[in-house]
Structure formats: C-alpha cells, structure tokens
C-alpha cells in the first residue's frame, strides 16, 4: 500500500464520527453520529452498484454510437450527410462529458447541498432530450440535442458519482473505482446489440423513446441509492459556504499529475481511433450486418475484465506496472493483430486483447488520484477531473489524426500488412501505446520522488 493511501485510510478512520447540529433550538449542543464504514458494508456496496449502474447507461449509451453512426450513414432522413457531422454527434457528446467532469467537481465541491437535486434534474434532461431528438430530421439537430445537450446534461448527473467515490472507499478504492468503470464496458456489450436490434424492427424515432424510458427508470432506481457517505451540511450565518478547493497552484504544478496527465494524453490518443473505426474496418471484411455489431460488443466488453483486475492490483501494487503492461500489450496488439488482420477471426482478437488492455486503462485512475492529493481530500476528486478533461480532449484529435491518415484511395485493397487504407492508422495506434509504455517510467520517477 503505498503511503498516501495510507494517509487517507488514518484521514477516514477520523472521520467515522462526525457532529450535527442538535434539534434543540438551542443550537448549541451537538450530536454524535456514526458514519457508515468506509470499504465495507451494505451502504459502500450498495454506493457501487448505484454507481456501476449509472456509469452502465450513461457510459454505456456513449460506447454504442457506432450502432447509431452506420444506421445514420445508411438510413433516411440522415443518409445524405457527410460522416465526419454523423460523427460529430457522438463526439461532441463523449468529449463533453469528459471535459467537463473537472468543473462539475469543482462546483459540487462548493455546493454540496444541491448535487443531489442537480442531478435529478439532469436526469430529466438527458430523458427529455432524447425523446425530442426522436423528432429530429437534420444531422444539426443531433448534434445539438444528442451531442451537446445530452452531453451537458449526462455529465452532471455523472461526476457526483467521481467525487463520493474517495468518500466511500480508500483501501479498496481501486477495486470498486474498477467495477464502478467496468459499466461502461457492461453497456457497451449489451447495449449495441439491443439497440441495432430495435433499430431495425421498430426505427429511430421509437428506438429514441423506448430508451429514453429505459434510461429513466433505471437511473431512477440508481440514483437512489448514489449518496454521500459524510452527511451534507446546509451553509448558515455560522457556518458559511466553503471555498473553493485550496492549493490549487500546487495541485496544477504536481510533477506526477502531469505525468499522468501526459500518460492519459497518448493512451487515449491511441484509444479512440479503434474505437471509432473497429466497426468500419470490419464491415470491409464481410458482407454480415452483425459482425460489425459483435466486434464492437467484444471490445466494449473485454475492458470490464481489466477495469476490475487493474483496480485490484493498483490497491495493492505501483501503478506504474500497470500502465507499462498496458501499453506494451496495446502496442502488440495493434502492431501484429490489427496489422495482419485479413480475416474475422484476427479482428475478434484484436478486439478483445486491445479493448481489454487499452480499455480497462481507467482502473489506473483512483490510485494515481489519490497518490497525486495525498492528504487533501478534495484534490483526488479533481485529479479524476483533470484526467477526464485531456481524455475528452483526445477524444476529439485522435480520431480527426485516425481519419486524414487513412487512405481512402486504397479502401478496397488487399495488402500483406494494413488492409484497405488502414496501415497508418494502426501504426499511429501502436505508437501511441508506446508511448504511454514509455510514460510508465515517468510516472514511476514522479510518484517516487513525492514520496521521499
């Protein structure tokens, strides 16, 4: 265990008691009350699967929009629009929510006693949202309700989540930081393959309605059990607001939150193209509908696996080991897997080695956190924001570098190495990973010389 952990596990062993005003009118007695334990009990497991749940539909939903992008390119009223505005809608959506993840935090840091309501109420947006966009007939529209909107609103009713994460768990926060994440991948596997179905026997419109209700009720039921585990606290003439979260220059200038920061950078520079493209690329190997739906199923849910594995082991090892096992597997991936790939069964492989090692990255995330804010609580919360904010940001370049670097003249060839245009995609992908091998090291440097 290393030490900042161990700093924050002293930290919430102190907070197991609490005060709270009195109901005398007095106001000048308190009472003691007991807080649910941190790592263990019905409240944390129940915080995780509330969680995982809503992790599961927001996330989830953003890992299916391959499904959605071919059924835009292919189907009225939206076939005759270019893809990259197609593409557009699930972009501006997933980077959205990334990047703003950090200032959500910032906000729910500073007013604590209305999260609870905001979300709810995003809730609503997001449920609104959708069904209105069952209405739309130009690619604009979705752009802005799918994309923007929902990606505003799907973004606040997700960081809550991010910030009571290092409340309700510290010694095994990488555990359930990995099984919270892993939803992604959980609807990512699911969701592609209920959504084309419906698509094709009911259409868009009630496609968007039916899910719209799903999403609903079921966050819904998520949401009640997503709550703090340190009671909130309204701000009064004697207890004013709390500021904004202290040290803020010194938490920006951390060596080892650039490090990471850089680390996430590369990774997910490398991630998003597959993850965009891994559909395309499929299609071109066969005539099947399905296959391209499967694949992309495959590889949203392999991620689960290494999500929950590189958790556990983050809680009990440097993570720094982590991040180089996943570049360097990445990276043979990409390199031998993806390059040779010139039949279903070597892009099944690549999908699963690749989603895995490359998808299930994020468990990383609750370690690096917590050893980057050491003692100061609110800090993990932001560094998880800040790592969202370059992951959002890659979310949108790399796959723009993925497109100018596949060439389209050669769409239809048959090559030894690279087929049909893709041979400088994959080598940017598994250079990517490299670096973020190469990273490792870096990081390993940063977080020992913060610990002397």
Known sequence: MSEPIELTTREASDQEKTDLPSDDGVGNSVNVVELPPVDRGMKAWLFCASACALETFIWGWNNTYGVFQEFYTSNPPFESSSLVSISAIGTASLAIQYIEIILVIAVCQRYPDKVKLAMWIALLVCVVTLVVSSFATQVWELIVLQGAVFGLAAG?????????????????????????????????????????????????????????????????????????????????????????????????????????????????????????????????????????TIVLALFNASSVVCYVLFGRICDSYPYAGVILFSGLGSALAAFLLWGFATNLGLVFAFALVFGGLSGGFPGVWPAAATEIAGSVHEHTSLAFGAFGVVKGIAAIVGPIIAASLHDKRQAGSYEKYGDHGYRKVEIFVGVMAVATALCAFGVAFASKSKRV
């Open 156 to 292: 606040v009713l997700y960081a809550p989540i991010v910030m009571w994460l290092s409340e309700w768990f510290v010694q095994r926060r990488g555990l359930a930081g990995g099984i919270i994440f892993g939803g992604s991948g959980v609807g990512g596997f699911a969701f592609p393959l209920a959504i084309g179905a419906c698509l094709d026997k009911v259409g868009f419109s009630w496609t968007m309605r039916i899910w719209a209700i799903v999403l609903g009720v079921c966050c819904s039921l998520a949401l009640i059990g997503s709550n703090p585990r340190l009671p909130v606290r309204k701000p009064g003439i004697d207890r004013p607001r709390s500021s904004w979260p202290s040290g803020m220059m010194g938490f920006l200038k951390n060596p080892l939150l650039l490090c990471m920061l850089a680390t996430n950078a590369v990774q997910a520079l490398g991630f998003f193209p597959v993850s965009v493209f891994i559909s395309t690329y499929t299609s071109t190997l066969t005539t099947s509908t399905i296959s391209p």
